[in-house]
């Protein structure tokens, strides 16, 4: 949020003049309810984000992007610029059967956006000498009831040995590639896209939405205007602990009532298209949130699986 209000002050000397007659005529009040104003202004993040190659996301703490196609079998490598993200590398790969992975055993590579969780030297020569544990299953896999588990990035048997041409769902590299990739990676602030046949690329305009209705979201959560902040979540929502729609709205009806003076604030604000076999707009939005209350208190990573239908997401999955 303070990396925002940089950029919203001194973006332009006309929005600037803007924030200092209002402080000197209306107070501090009037300022921030006009910053709150231009962030749910799909207008103003349009406008903030033109310079910006935003093809596969809006990222504000990630510094490297991998980017799995399974049809091609390859794994791009993207590091972080000013204006947006650059391809350092691209890699052949070695990948699971078609599809998206659903059970365990199905030898599919899973489709979707997931992190990195550990970098670690494999105990089995099998493995190569590098591997990284990616975040299989995430949240949406899990409320989907997708399971499995062990899906990593890994070299190749250090004995020499051939493999088959295809994997039990990791990504798999020559052991030379694996440890240049080590050179170019910050595993800890990485995340990976895998796609079927392609990763569908985001355009100005939709991004814009989202992080306008990102931020209306959060103001109607902080004004408790209960019937608009239930109004973005879809029919068929899940919760991470797999409470539905009519769960979860009870639920805060109870704490909306009881528990009305709110105080959130959002930070490190990632959003990643998410891949599908249904071809919707889905998108991963993970950010780092404030959260206080009379009765409760949380700070701590959020996570928003959403769907863009025109100029309004709809919450699939919460976390």
């Not at 295809?166 to 050179?183: A, F, H, P, R, Y």
């Not at 076999?277 to 959020?302: C, P, R, V, W």
Request: some cysteine.
């Amino acid at each position: 949020m303070f990396k925002i209000l940089l950029i919203l002050i001194f973006s332009t000397q006309i929005f600037a003049n803007k924030i200092v007659d209002l402080y000197v005529q209306e107070g501090i009040d009037a300022v921030e309810a006009y910053i709150n104003k231009q962030l749910i202004s799909k207008d103003y993040w349009r406008d903030l984000l033109q310079a910006q190659d935003v093809r596969y996301g809006y990222y504000e703490d990630i510094k490297n992007l991998l980017i799995a196609n399974k049809h091609k079998k390859t794994l791009e490598v993207y590091g972080r610029t000013e204006t947006g993200f650059n391809l350092v590398k691209s890699y052949n790969a070695i990948m699971g059967k078609d599809g998206d992975k659903k059970v365990e055993g199905d030898l599919k590579t899973p489709i979707g956006v997931y992190t990195i969780t550990k970098r670690f030297k494999p105990n089995d020569l099998f493995y190569g000498p590098l591997a990284y544990a990616l975040s299989y299953p995430n949240t949406m896999d899990k409320v989907y009831q997708k399971n499995g588990y062990g899906i990593w990035i890994h070299g190749s048997p250090l004995d020499g040995s051939q493999r088959d041409p295809m994997s039990k769902g990791c990504i798999v590299l020559d052991n030379e590639k694996i440890q240049l990739l080590d050179t170019q990676l910050h595993a800890q602030n990485t995340i990976i896209i895998v796609g079927e046949d392609s990763i569908p690329q985001v355009n100005i305009d939709d991004l814009s939405v989202i992080l306008a209705n990102l931020y209306h979201w959060k103001k109607v959560w902080s004004d408790n205007s209960l019937e608009s902040y239930l109004s973005f979540y879809d029919d068929s929502f899940r919760r991470f602990d797999g409470k539905g729609i009519d769960a979860f709205k009870k639920l805060k009806r109870y704490v909306f009532e009881n528990d009305s003076k709110k105080e959130i604030k959002i930070s490190n604000i990632n959003i990643a298209p998410y891949p599908n076999t249904k071809g919707q707009k889905i998108f991963k939005i993970a950010f780092y949130e404030e959260y206080k209350s009379k009765k409760h208190s949380f700070n701590g990573n959020k996570e928003l699986y959403v769907k863009l239908n025109g100029e309004k997401f709809s919450i699939l999955v919460e976390k």
